[in-house]
């Protein structure tokens, strides 16, 4: 008869812990507070729609399907410590190659990082963020 709370960071019901909390008490014994989402952030912060943006997830994975990256127009891929940008994007040289790509960090906390990446400069490897590509125009 006693209530619990479950505090967890990231999207709620986006790759979350969610799915697994509903499961376990019920859909009507759970109730879920959500903020803005990363997805939500991520595209506002480069001034892109997304609503045909395909959602991927590298986060706690030992791998997760790039084909729908490079196949999609707009993606966005959750990433970790090992999954982090930098290696998601120079393992997959057709992400850097056919889209613009950014990197998004600690989205709407004082420590923002929204970086466009380039070869001029290194990719960030923090654990919790996001790459963002949209496919370049004419290819």
Known sequence: ?????????GDAGFFSLAKSVVKEFGRENVKIIEGISVVQAAFAAIAESWEDAVFLSAHGRSGFDIEKAVNADKFLILCDKINNPRKI?????????????????????????????????????DALSCVIGIRKTGE
Not at 1 to 6: A, C, D, L, P
Not at 96 to 101: A, R
Not at 104 to 119: F, K, P
């Open 1 to 9: 008869g006693k209530k619990i709370g479950v505090l967890v960071t």
């Open 89 to 125: 994007i120079e393992e997959n040289s057709r992400l850097i190659k056919n889209f613009e790509l950014w990197v998004a960090a600690n989205l709407s906390m004082d420590n923002e990082i929204v970086h466009r990446v380039t070869l001029d400069e290194p990719i960030p490897e």
